[in-house]
């Protein structure tokens, strides 16, 4: 039997986009698709590695990149480095506005530092409280304090007032803070590498790991938490997380419309909708029942590896940042893709369940399969229609099959 994988109705018709051409601070960016790209040959954004995004509710918008901290407000830049200004170290990997205005910055090796608009101070593992140099998140709670989350533990300043959290003294496998949620006064969420979620709620500590609970990665890169009062954790390997009451939910390529397995953070929008970063799949969108991604293989992202996300209240725009490749904006209203496959009318994997051999439409550009876990167990480039999958152990796996722009996906049992 032959299955047409790319025939008319698999595909929508996709209008040309019409290229914007704006004038920011002497120079040209172009918006196309809904999509603004900033990088460091199209505006003063010092590089285009990104780390970090923020944006006060004027519009006023922060990135933390490997070169210094940059703000672009109103059209025009403004660069702060170690050779122009108090910032002590150019690798920024965290960035907080607080509610004065105040802008906070956790760098890899110059610990944190507070900007006023006029005036820099410096805390650091030698000044101050603060458990280590290296600052990989930050946040602030109801009074005011500021949390940084390093790779030596948690610490908060409250005034002149230190309080450090030892992680692996309160039992945690990990003193590695990738990512942290703080609600009220006295309620953290933290997320760590390798060892496990961490709430601390006044002096109860609770910690979450795969050992010890349904959390399904001991390494967590991003937290949030919705008006329902349900988690949404980032993980790197095992999807996007929910979590209430005790119970965890991971959405992952196996169970779900989530194109990928490895996330880099999460942000909700206006109406709560989850816009999650990732590795190898751009920006992921998710409003149950919907699932939808934006890459530079379907959309005007510039890169598959989006490292930040952060929301501006008052347009509602998405803006990020990428591993190589610079920042940007995307408009939810106006941002187009390529869609996938229609699975309906297209791609098939054949027997289903499999013993030795699958088949499917030749000329594919790439053919992978995934096992539960997220891992590659097979890929090739060079196809003909049938693969012999007798190797492989039985089980559930996902099939993902590429053409050109155009991706597939469809589940696999192999029983024997």
Not at 4 to 31: H, P, W, Y
Not at 364 to 374: A, F, P
Request: with cysteine; aromatic share 10%; glycine share 12%.
């Amino acid at each position: 039997m032959k299955i047409q994988l790319f025939g008319s109705k698999s595909l929508r018709n996709i209008a040309a986009s019409v290229a914007i051409f704006l004038f920011v601070g002497g120079e040209m960016v172009t918006a196309q698709s809904g999509v603004t790209v900033y990088d460091s040959g199209n505006s003063s954004l010092p590089d285009n590695s990104v780390w970090a995004v923020a944006v006060e509710p004027s519009g006023k918008v922060w990135f933390g990149t490997d070169w210094g901290l940059a703000s672009l407000d109103a059209g025009n830049w403004q660069v702060y480095q170690t050779t122009n200004s108090g910032l002590p170290n150019d690798a920024v990997r965290s960035i907080l506005v607080d509610d004065s205005g105040i802008v906070w910055v956790g760098t890899f090796m110059g610990g944190l530092s507070k900007f006023d608009g006029t005036n820099w101070t410096v805390y650091n593992s030698g000044n101050s409280g603060l458990p280590a140099d290296h600052v990989r998140c930050l946040g602030k709670d109801a009074d005011g304090a500021i949390y940084a989350g390093t790779d030596g533990g948690l610490a908060k300043l409250e005034g002149a007032f230190w309080t450090v959290w030892n992680l692996p003294t309160l039992g945690i496998g990990s003193n590695n803070v990738t990512c942290l949620y703080v609600e009220g006064r006295d309620s953290i969420w933290l997320g760590t590498i390798n060892g496990g979620m961490v709430h601390i709620e006044d002096t109860v500590v609770t910690s979450f790991s795969y050992q010890n609970s349904g959390l399904v990665d001991n390494t967590q890169v991003g937290i949030v938490k919705d008006s329902g009062d349900d988690l949404w954790i980032a993980t790197p390997s095992n999807g996007l997380v929910y979590y209430q009451n005790l119970v965890f939910l991971a959405y992952s390529m196996i169970n779900s419309g989530n194109p990928t397995m490895s996330h880099s953070c999460v942000i909700l929008d206006g109406n709560e909708a989850k816009w999650v970063g990732s590795l190898d799949k751009g920006v992921v969108y998710y409003d149950a029942p919907t699932w939808r991604h934006y890459d530079e293989t379907n959309s005007a992202i510039p890169q598959n590896y989006v490292r930040c996300l952060a929301l501006d209240p008052t347009t509602g725009f998405i803006w990020g940042g990428t591993e190589q490749r610079g920042a940007f904006v995307l408009d939810p209203n106006t941002i187009t893709a390529v869609e996938e496959i229609d699975l309906a009318n297209g791609f098939e994997v054949y027997p289903n369940p499999a013993s030795d051999w699958i088949h499917f439409p030749a000329g594919l550009d790439r053919l992978s399969i995934v096992d539960l876990s997220g891992k590659v167990v097979f890929m090739a480039t060079d196809l003909g229609d049938a693969l012999d999958v007798s190797q492989l152990p039985s089980g559930a796996y996902l099939v993902l099959a590429q053409k050109g722009q155009q991706e597939a996906k469809t589940r696999l049992m192999i029983a024997r």
